[in-house]
């Protein structure tokens, strides 16, 4: 296959050793989400397990790419949590209680959480090496010269080996979403998340940038997508979850889901992705809620409410619907 413009990236063989990672496991218990009045995640259970590919699939405003952005705590919560890997994402637990983390304590959360954005986000001022190694040199203290050489190696791997010393205004959108996926990599993330990667290309670009993912499911990187490209969902996910009006209708396997799906809701958004139709900005709303995947049942040892909560921390409790998240002051 050929790929215009740039080199080809590395689709037919594994990836660089040293691009592989310990995939992380991924737990969504009970969250919610809210923007002012408008509920925008209704209850998400899901559970993604290491190294797995996890598409998301759903019509505008169904609520996917918020969930996404509160796995790495971009957008917090405001009911239920997130883990990876059993550590709470955004929140110290202190036995049955919450309390929100200093914004240093995320960022250094967000090292092993990647993510790669609908538009590029890169650095206008810097090369595509600088843009890749400025990660690792601010975030984990990497000397210059090596944060440097591990960019050259991910822009390689992404086939852009004749393109280090070029500036982003010098690339296609297709060339500067590999810059981008070469940087998420560079903190040898365990969940890499991808938001509409292929959404601000032009149609001829997105083989390219397809090409990149699905090279990166052997790397052992747990990988959480989402994406109205339904051929690649089939082609990649361990499993494909279809999100309506921010709860998820079903989730399973490619083969279920996208082939014989049990839901009247999926049926339709489907048949509308192949004939072009979701397209538009907005999908029109169902004249009646979706029908939601049964929660999974609470663990025995699950920590309990206290009787009364402070204002700055929260009680865990996956049998009732968690309070709302209270801000505390970020000072010692």
């Known amino acids: 296959m050929s790929l215009h413009p740039g080199t080809a990236p590395h689709t037919d063989t594994d990836p660089h050793p040293d691009t592989a990672s310990l995939g992380g496991l991924v737990e969504i218990r009970g969250v919610h989400k ?157 969940v890499l998340l991808f938001d509409e990667p292929t959404s601000a290309l032009d149609p001829e670009l997105v083989e390219e940038v397809l090409a990149v993912i699905r090279s990166l499911t052997r790397a052992g990187t747990t990988l959480v997508i989402v994406t109205h490209e339904i051929s690649f969902a089939r082609d990649v996910a361990d499993t494909v979850v279809f999100m309506d009006q921010g709860r998820i209708v079903e989730q399973g396997p490619p083969a279920e889901v996208l082939d014989r799906p049990r839901h009247e809701r999926t049926r339709a958004f489907l048949q509308r992705v192949r004939t072009g139709a979701e397209a538009a900005d907005e999908d029109p709303a169902p004249t009646s809620p979706p029908p939601v995947e049964p929660s999974p049942a609470p663990p025995a040892d699950a920590p309990r409410r206290p009787s009364h909560p402070s204002a700055t921390a929260l009680a865990l409790d996956p049998t009732t619907p968690l309070p709302r998240y209270l801000t505390e002051d970020h000072q010692s």
């Open 34 to 190: 809210s923007f002012g009045d408008l509920e925008v995640l209704r209850g998400i259970d899901l559970r993604i397990d290491p190294g797995s590919v996890t598409v998301i699939l759903g019509p505008s405003g169904s609520g996917k790419s918020t969930l996404l952005r509160t796995i790495n705590h971009l957008e917090p919560v405001s009911q239920g949590l997130i883990s990876v890997d059993g550590e709470v994402i955004g929140y110290r637990r202190e036995g049955e209680l919450l309390h929100e983390l200093h914004e240093k304590e995320v960022l250094r959360q967000r090292t092993s959480i990647g993510m790669v954005f609908q538009s590029f986000n890169l650095f206008a001022h810097m090369t595509a090496v600088g843009n890749v190694a400025e990660a690792p040199r601010r975030a984990l203290g990497v000397p210059r010269r090596e944060a440097e050489a591990r960019a050259r190696e991910l822009l390689t791997l992404v086939g852009l080996s004749d393109k280090f010393d070029v500036y982003p205004r010098q690339l296609s959108g297709g060339q500067q979403q590999r810059v981008a996926i070469a940087r998420a990599l560079a903190l040898r993330p365990k």
